[in-house]
């Protein structure tokens, strides 16, 4: 039986959800293959994982400049040397792992699982395939640190792998797969039943927003795209999703208390019918995720953009705004005016629909076991 061993980390993005989907598909339609997945940095060390979760959350959260600043510091200078001297330390642990697996595979949805087996394919300990599979739209140097030892580069666009290639990435190795995303959005879904579901008319435009998660990022943005979307728009249906942020759907339900609201506005802390939610909708109001753009695209769903961490998060939102899919409201911009201006443009938000098909790829996770399967 074949094995295959995929390295994720379970922050900092899409990380994981990428590594799941890639499981699924493969345990769904590859049976014959042994399949496991390993939170890299938790196997290194639980403490130094919770360590850097709660560093990255904290600052993405409270100094989110302090954050921007780091992230372009660890492409390039003392702190990418630095990470990549830790990697090579940590390796040593992980080979422990992985001479007890013995995989015939390897993929990788974080840099530092690619990392790690990159230094100990240079140093012969390892010689299966390894693979990457990058969930951003824009390349950091931190995935590209001896990519001379990885086999296979999964990215979501040209423009990524012209930007590998002449950082001196062997042009074989590219695949512009797009990012694993659930299976679940190829779906169809019957828009009458998830209306009913929800308490939503059929018949009225549905906005999916998304309100910034576990990291509450601008609160006062946040709380007013909510307020402008129930006083300028008087039969707009809204899903507010708060996520991991008890203050923020606190606020939320007040607000449409106040509101007299609670017909069409529906709060909620947390779903698993994203794909359907999705299906009902008109556009999104988002933070420009990896994960979260990618669902979006493979659901031809326009993006509203806020609040985007800055570095990788910023990154996707001016790609995306570049390719017509998203328009993106800023710290300073009238969230009002924005807002008004997208829905009384109907061409428009058709257009930067059609534009999604150009850049979804809803058989990516397929499409990457495919390669690294051998089975076209």
């Known amino acids: 039986m074949r094995k295959v061993l995929v390295f994720y980390s379970s922050y900092g993005g899409g990380h994981l959800s990428a590594a799941k989907s890639v499981e699924n598909h493969i345990k769904q339609y590859y049976p014959e293959i042994e ?3 390993v939170d890299c940095i938790e196997y290194i060390n639980k403490h130094l994982n919770k360590l850097l979760a709660d560093s990255y959350n904290e600052a993405a959260k409270k100094a989110p400049f302090a954050w921007k600043t780091a992230y372009h510091l660890a492409n390039d200078g003392l702190t990418s040397k630095a ?3 830790s990697n ?3 390796s040593i642990k992980l080979n422990t792992l992985l001479q007890d697996f013995k995989p015939d595979l390897i993929i990788s949805t974080h840099p530092f699982g690619t990392q790690m087996c990159g230094v100990l394919k240079k140093r012969g300990k390892i010689d299966c395939p390894l693979a990457t599979i990058l969930t951003d739209f824009h390349i950091h140097g931190q995935w590209l640190v001896f990519h001379e030892y990885c086999d296979y580069f999964f ?3 040209h423009q990524m792998k012209n930007d590998m290639i002449e950082y001196g990435v062997n042009e074989k190795k590219i695949h512009v797969s797009g990012i694993p995303v659930s299976e679940r959005f190829k ?3 019957d828009r009458a039943q998830i209306c009913q579901e929800f308490n939503l008319n059929p018949d009225e435009q549905v906005v999916l927003f998304f309100a910034g998660g576990e ?3 601008g609160n006062k943005t946040t709380i007013l795209i909510l307020k402008s979307l129930i006083r300028l728009f008087s039969k707009l249906q809204v899903i507010a999703i708060a996520g991991k942020n008890p203050k923020m759907k606190k606020k939320f339900e007040e607000l449409v208390k106040n509101t007299d609201s609670e017909e069409r506005i529906k709060v909620l802390d947390y779903t698993t019918k994203v794909p359907e939610l999705m299906s009902i909708s008109s556009f999104i109001i988002t933070k420009p995720g990896g994960l979260t753009s ?3 695209l493979t659901a031809h769903l326009p993006m509203v953009i806020i609040n985007p961490i800055p570095g990788q998060e910023e990154e996707n939102a001016t790609f995306l705004v570049e390719k017509g899919v998203a328009i993106w409201i800023k710290k300073n911009d009238n969230v009002a005016r924005a807002l008004k ?7 428009k938000l058709l257009l930067m629909k059609e534009n999604t098909v150009a850049l979804a790829k809803s058989n990516s996770t397929e499409v990457i076991c495919n390669v690294l399967l051998k089975m076209k």
């Open 215 to 217: 990291f509450g990022l």
């Open 83 to 85: 990470v990549t001297t």
């Open 35 to 37: 399949i496991k997945l």
């Open 187 to 189: 779906e169809h879904f």
């Open 155 to 157: 990215v979501s666009n």
């Open 88 to 90: 090579k330390l940590f």
């Open 294 to 296: 990618t669902e979006s």
């Open 341 to 347: 201006n997208l829905y009384r443009e109907p061409q």
